[in-house]
T-cell receptor, first 116, second 112 residues
Framework: DAGVIQSPRHEVTEMGQEVTLRCKPISGHNSLFWYRQTMMRGLELLIY????????DSGMPEDRFSAKMPNASFSTLKIQPSEPRDSAVYFCASSPMGGRLNQPQHFGDGTRLSIL | GENVEQHPSTLSVQEGDSAVIKCTYSDSASNYFPWYKQELGKGPQLIID?????GEKKDQRIAVTLNKTAKHFSLHITETQPEDSAVYFCAARGQGAQKLVFGQGTRLTINP
């Protein structure tokens, strides 16, 4: 079975550029989570969706960050304009049944983002 | 909100020995505690989880224990093997919540 698929795996760009990260959740999962991982702050939840609707975006660091989920099989995380401090590994995760009833979250392999 | 502390940050054990990683949480309402293993260049992978109505759960060489009174839970790996080398994360989730709060991770190294 296909897991969570993220693209690109690596992204290197100059500050000020727009960056778009993509995620395809596991088929049938209706909750989707975006995380950021850094050495200093560990794994942080940025935003999550239930049934394509954003539920909690309190972890989004600034207005430069935005996320969308236009359908059940696709989500994007966009940074515009990007800054060097946005450099991190960004993970997408999905879970079934809206994430309730303690359903586990399944992670993709992440996008390693470097902003020069 | 929930806060999860994980210790140690690094752990080195001889192959065949046991490894124990400990986590404490702050929210007594938390009721779900997963453990993830992250290998280099990969995303975290769920290896075992425990719910608050259970004190211990075992899956082959891996076990997790939960002490709700003390608000701590631990991961036990027995008969360690080189492929157990990775970073391990604990997490906690509150009742009715969807957000996982992660510990800072433990880098486990198994020495042959």
């Amino acid at each position: 079975d296909a897991g969570v698929i993220q693209s690109p795996r690596h992204e290197v760009t100059e500050m000020g550029q727009e960056v778009t990260l993509r995620c395809k959740p596991i088929s049938g999962h209706n909750s989707l989570f975006w995380y950021r991982q850094t050495m200093m702050r560990g794994l942080e939840l940025l935003i999550y969706f239930n049934n394509n609707v954003p539920i909690d975006d309190s972890g989004m660091p600034e207005d430069r960050f935005s996320a969308k989920m236009p359908n059940a099989s696709f989500s994007t995380l966009k940074i515009q304009p990007s800054e060097p401090r946005d450099s991190a590994v960004y993970f997408c995760a999905s879970s079934p049944m809206g994430g309730r009833l303690n359903q586990p979250q399944h992670f993709g392999d992440g996008t390693r983002l470097s902003i020069l | 909100g929930e806060n999860v502390e994980q210790h140690p940050s690094t752990l080195s054990v001889q192959e065949g020995d046991s490894a124990v990683i400990k986590c404490t949480y702050s929210d007594s309402a938390s009721n779900y505690f997963p453990w993830y293993k992250q290998e280099l260049g990969k995303g975290p992978q769920l290896i075992i989880d425990i719910r608050s109505n259970v004190g211990e759960k075992k899956d082959q060489r891996i076990a997790v224990t939960l002490n709700k009174t003390a608000k701590h839970f631990s991961l036990h790996i027995t008969e360690t093997q080189p492929e157990d080398s990775a970073v391990y994360f604990c997490a906690a989730r509150g009742q009715g919540a969807q957000k996982l709060v992660f510990g800072q991770g433990t880098r486990l190294t198994i020495n042959p």
